[in-house]
């Protein structure tokens, strides 16, 4: 919290290790400071405050793939409920009918920052409110010490997303760990691609259970079984009193097994976003109902949820849809390739184009080897124009 009439301009580091931007100077004369608000409520009791399940409870601010961000208001049932929701997730039994956790503590890695809503929920609330221990990772950047402060602990679940899995089996270090108390696997904030989680099942014999989630749902949507009964490629099944419908550009539901835009209704969707009328509106269906996610997905006869893409993310070649997600998981495949990123970039004579980003250790890996690759396994349309050798992804 900060106080007075001026703040210095100053620099530091966020909680992935990258520089912030310098602050310019700004007033903000009605902030009080955390010195003065601990002096102010020195020796005070606490009154307890009436409050009800629609009240808000948090404003978690998210600003989607692009624009302002905006302040999801969550209410009391939003988070209670989607808490209640995660904890029956990640207390599935497992094949001899025992608990995944068992019956001791639960030694849970937490390397996400705890203001984001996935780590919010996850451990904050519904691992705190089991009494579990979860081992928090500063800096989840510095791949050595990551694995250092895992090493005195025999790990029951990790809670991460693919970027972190990947950073991580490229240690060597990291197979040295102690795998043999390892549950289950939790994978969110960003797409699973299939050649990590094989990997990451070799080396500690646990597979990764996907799930799907959004800010303004608390987050937790869906999610796979952590017992051994994932299915690869979908974000498993919508989680306990939530309904999941795809719909058309034109609001229609479409049939089961076809694309659409992935639609919620359930206790945790969230009251609106603070302040932003015509946003809350424009994020839900006509009728009020269901909350539009932007996400288009596949929904299969056993209710299990496979995500195509961000709606703004596809790109359009020449009057055909491409998702990137597709193409990255082809990439990924290639033994050389470390990390990618696909977008779109405007070309005039298709409209648009598709550019590759990759992070590789191989510097004998080159843009034709990878261009060759791809034809093997993607239409032609769907081909890399453009590649691009990067250090590492933001």
Known sequence: LIGGAT???CTGYSHSGSPLSALKAFSLPSAVPMKKALKLGAGKGFEAVPAEQEDVAILQYTGGTTGVAKGAELTNQNLVSNMLQAKQ???????EGNLIKGNEQAIVVAPLPLYHIYAFTVHLMALFEQGEHSILIANPRDTEMFIKMMKPWKLTTFVGLNTL???LMASPRFKELDF???KTTLSGGTALIPDTANRWKEITGVGISEGYGLTECAPVVAGNPGNGLERMGTVGQPVPGTSLKCIDDQGNEVAIGERGEICVRGPQVMKGYWKRPDASKEAFTEDGEWFRTGDVGIIDEDGFVSIVDRIKDMIIVSG??????????????HPAVENCAVIGVPDEKSGEAVKLFVVTQDSNLTADDLKAFCKEHLTAYKLPRFIEFRDELP
Request: hydrophobic share 50%; net charge negative; no cysteine.
């Open 7 to 9: 703040v210095p301009v």
């Open 89 to 95: 997730l990640m207390m599935q039994e497992d094949s």
């Open 165 to 167: 899995f990947v950073s």
């Open 180 to 182: 043999s108390e390892l």
């Open 320 to 333: 055909f849809n491409v998702f990137p997600n597709e193409i990255e998981g082809v990439v990924a495949e």
